[in-house]
Structure formats: C-alpha cells, structure tokens
C-alpha cells in the first residue's frame, strides 16, 4: 500500500518534496542527541501518508501549497511520529520502518520524551496555523488516546464486540487521517461543505487502512509485513477477522481455547492458520470494502475532479492484493 494515487498529483509530489526539509527543520532543538532521537524515525522515512492526505486537501491536487498548507501537513506527521514512539514502547517494538527503534536503541525513558516532544513541535506549529486547527489537533490527539486505552483495555478478551473494535480503531487510527484532510482543507480556505466531505473521506478511509493492516497480520508474512506476522493475536488484540471466525461455531472451537492469553510461537501461528484458513478474512475484506465505497462517496461531493479521482483511487486500490481484495 502506498500514497501513489495521490502522489500522481502534481501538486501533491511537489508539495511533499517541499514539506520534507520543513519537517526536519520543525523537530530542530540545538541539542545534537535529542536532534539524533528526533530525526531517527523521520530519516527511515514512511509513506508520508497524513501529510499527503492534508496536501491532496490543501490544494485540491493543481494549485501549489503554500508554506501554511506545508505546516499543516508537518503537524500531523509529528503526531503520527510521537504516537509511533510511544506505540513502540507500549509494545515493546525492536523495528519500526525497516530500522531499529528509538525504544530499543536509546530506552524508553528518551522515547517517551522524544515523542512528547515531537508533540510540542507540532501543538506549537498547529498554534501558529490558527485557533481551530490547534483546537483540532488538540482534540485529535486526545482521540488517539481514547483509542489506544480502549485497545489496552479490550487486550484478551475474546468477548470483544465488533463496535468495540470500531470504536478502538477509529480513536487510535481514523482520527488523525480525518484530521490530516480537514487540515488541508481548513489551510487552504475551503468552503464548510469541502472540509465536512474531507474530513469524512478521511475518516473511512482511516478505519479502511486500520482494516488493510488488522487483516494483513493474520494473511500477510514476516517479508511482506516487515514485521513478525500474527503480532495482534500474540498480544490479545483481537482484531475484526478474529472477532468474526470467533462468531462460526467451528472454527471457534478450535481457536478460543488459545485465545484469553499471552502466545507462544507455535500457539500464535496456529491460531493465526486457523483465522486466514477461514472466512472471516473474505468477510472482513468485504467490510472494508463498504469503508471503500463510503470514502468513495464522500470525495464524490468535492468539486475538483482530478482530486475526486485521486481519493477514490487511493480508498479503492487499499484492498487490492488481499483474499477477495483484487
Ligand atoms: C502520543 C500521539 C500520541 C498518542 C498516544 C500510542 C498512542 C496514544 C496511540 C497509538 C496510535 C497508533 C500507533 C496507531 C496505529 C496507526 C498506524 C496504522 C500506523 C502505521 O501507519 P503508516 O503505515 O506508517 O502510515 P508509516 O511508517 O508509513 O508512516
């Protein structure tokens, strides 16, 4: 999965060039260590993906950025940024982005202070860009929050509801993709009803990218992932494809009993088998497809065709690849 639907606009493939000395510069504090923590993950790159997304938004695909529509993009990279030190922590992650983490290579103390501030870079940015945008980011982030607590808080129960696993990913990963387009569109002076369509395209397209990755860790593998596979089910996250096998009485019977605990490699790959063996994966491909066609939906209200396109691309082609996905 990659942003290149949007980075077929021009607009956006400048943009992006332009934004990535901006980011370096925003997390700069004359200390050359924390300088060195700061910019590690930045320097193992990333897809860009909120920052793109915020561009895509901001100039509507053909109309050059200008430097408040880059600083929109450079504050919502900086929370992913700080929300992945702090996710590595929680998860005790060795390797983020193809490189070793912050996490592993300085300790959790500097990650944790690291991310916190990369979080006041961008509450100091996102202060600059105005009242609502600060506002905004400010709500945002408290969402994440919402969103990683309800996930902690659900870790091993099997009796986990498919609205809280909604409720758990739209905190934690659908906030702040909503709020990358709804930035985009307030920097540039879009009309109420652009930002409202943005922000709701970017939106079901978080809880559709959220989705893309809770099924690739049960069907993808360790290469394709560049991670270990099977991650979510080893640390009792019960994502929708196991919440829906849970559901068919016999694959539960033979996957319950691992559940409701931590997993040791055999048990993981074999509850993770039992999962991509059964048809919980085509249907959860098929809610998202839903989560597609409603992104879809929502760009159709925009009046900038090539965007329009770009979006409904970007939401369409994110399944492609998977069991049912094309
Ligand atoms: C400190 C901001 C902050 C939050 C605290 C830790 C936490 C609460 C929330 C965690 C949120 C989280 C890590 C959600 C997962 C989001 C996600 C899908 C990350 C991967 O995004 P990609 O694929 O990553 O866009 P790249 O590396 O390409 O940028």
Redesign the pocket.
């Known amino acids: 999965m990659n942003a290149a639907p949007l980075l077929s606009l021009p607009a956006v493939e400048d943009a992006l060039g332009r934004l990535e000395p901006l980011l370096r510069e925003s997390v700069r504090s004359g200390e050359a260590f924390l300088d060195d923590v700061t910019r590690h993950l930045i320097d193992a790159g990333?897809?860009r993906?909120r920052p793109a997304l915020a561009l895509a938004a901001a100039t509507a695909g053909d109309r050059p950025a200008r430097r408040e529509d880059l600083l929109g993009g450079v504050s919502v990279e900086l929370?992913?940024l700080?929300?992945?030190y702090?996710?590595d922590v929680?998860d005790e992650a060795t390797i983020r982005?193809n490189v070793e983490t912050v996490n592993a290579r300085w300790g959790n103390l500097v990650a944790i202070v690291a991310?916190d501030f990369l979080?006041a870079r961008s509450a100091e940015i996102a202060a600059g860009l105005g009242t609502e945008v600060a506002g905004l980011l400010a709500h945002t982030?408290g969402q994440?929050?919402q969103?990683?607590v309800a996930e902690v808080h659900g870790a091993y129960r099997v009796e986990r509801t498919e609205e809280q696993y909604a409720t758990a990913i739209a905190g934690?990963?659908a906030a702040l993709m909503a709020t990358s387009c709804r930035i985009g569109a307030i920097t540039s002076g879009a009309q109420r009803a652009q930002v409202e369509a943005l922000t709701a395209y970017g939106r079901c397209f978080g809880m559709l990218?959220?989705l893309r990755?809770d099924i690739l860790d049960v069907v993808g593998t360790e290469s394709e992932l560049g991670k270990p596979s099977g991650q979510d089910l080893a640390e009792g996250i019960y994502t929708l494809p196991v919440l829906l096998a849970l559901q068919q009485p016999e694959v539960a019977e033979e996957l319950r009993p691992l559940l409701g605990q931590p997993l040791a490699q055999p048990e993981r790959d074999k509850a993770r088998e039992i999962v991509a063996a059964s048809s919980a994966i085509g249907a959860s491909v098929r809610v998202g497809q839903r989560y597609a066609r409603q992104a879809a939906e929502a760009a159709e209200a925009l009046p900038d065709a090539p965007l329009r396109r770009a979006l409904a691309e970007l939401a369409h082609s994110t399944l492609e690849g998977l069991p049912g996905g094309t």
């Open positions: 990333g897809k993906l929370v992913h700080a929300s992945l702090h996710d929680m982005r991310g979080l982030l994440l929050c969103g990683q934690k990963t990218f959220q990755d």
